[in-house]
């Protein structure tokens, strides 16, 4: 298994705890994972602010290595 395909597995992982959480795991109609995608990055943007994290500065940084990383 390559290091990318850990990466996209570490990912999915991370949305299905998320869904579970958040209680949308057994939801007769579940959400698309786009949108849980952005539920997951809204609350952690929330998370960001609480924790005084600049949440800009971590997408920034996320962008770069994922360049790195795709190449």
């Known amino acids: 298994m390559t290091t990318n395909q850990l990466r996209t597995d570490a990912a999915s992982m991370a949305l299905t705890a998320y869904m579970q959480a958040k209680g949308l795991d057994g939801d007769p109609c579940p959400q698309s994972l786009s949108e849980t995608m952005t ?3 809204t609350d952690l943007r929330h ?12 997408v920034r940084m996320s962008e770069y290595h994922y ?3 795709s190449t």
């Open 39 to 41: 539920d997951l990055l």
């Open 47 to 58: 998370f960001a602010a609480t924790e005084e994290i600049d949440f800009d500065a971590a």
């Open 67 to 69: 360049d790195e990383e």
